[in-house]
């Protein structure tokens, strides 16, 4: 089974909706054993967009100290955070990675080139390949500039918006670049996360699919967190049983866990 959440928002994200209690709680209550709390920051984030990505590091730090200390004898809670990642941030990230005692870094496309792909703007005019290429094409950019992350978030998080999704998602034609990717993590050092937000958007599918899970652990990958992406209680852990089936079907024994940015791996 797996017993921690290693991707969720509380109000310290500019989405969350359920306060830092309400997901601890949650979690003691699904008994979970592991809580990384990976709230959204987004320096320059796309303008036209109205939630305020920005965090406030010291408000989350604080107050995260606080609930580590309250619930100490209940629950395992770590401080994480979920950076969207844009190339001429790398060196902003840097600098701002070690200003707080992190003890896990989620590296996320949630722009591509600029772009959200949550606004159908970004789809406007173009073939589904053209759109898919961009967007697998800026994370190799990505990475290329910055490495300072534990796991890349949500690596297919493009077909969540994508107006026909899952239809016409094929893990194959993507295949070559997604492999690119992939070795790039791997050979890093890095890992990816499964993010099981793919369920909560109706896609049957994790984020990133089966397919792709099966080809980085072919390829080598071990280094794998599992992450709910709840902005409220209702989805923390959500689908984990499934997922742990998914992982065990795409060869993987293991799931890691965070604490002070190292990696430590639990059975499934
Ligand atoms: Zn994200
Ligand atoms: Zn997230």
Known sequence: ????????????????EASMVEMIERGIELGLRILCFTEHMDFDYDPQCDVNFLLNTEDY???????R???KDRIDLRFGVELGLQPHLAEGHEKYLKEYPFDFVIGSSHLVHGIDPYYPKFFQDRTENDCYFEYFESILENID?????????????????YPSRK???????????????????????????????GFKYKLDHPNPHED?????????????TVGSDAHTTEYLGYEFSRTCEILKDAGFRYYTVFKDRKSEFLKL
Request: no cysteine; proline share 0%; hydrophobic share 35%.
């Open 1 to 16: 089974m797996i017993y921690s959440d290693f991707h969720f928002h509380s109000t310290h994200s500019g989405d969350g």
């Open 61 to 67: 730090w604080k107050e995260f100290l606080h609930y």
């Open 69 to 71: 200390e309250v619930y």
């Open 145 to 161: 500039a910055f490495q300072g992350f534990d796991v890349y978030g949500h690596i297919d998080y493009i077909v969540r918006y």
């Open 167 to 197: 239809e016409n998602y094929s893990f194959r034609e993507y295949g070559d670049i997604i492999d690119e990717i992939l070795k790039k993590i791997i050979f890093i050092g890095k890992g990816i996360e499964v993010n099981t937000g």
């Open 212 to 224: 792709i899970l099966k080809r980085y652990k072919e390829l080598g990958g071990e280094i794998i």
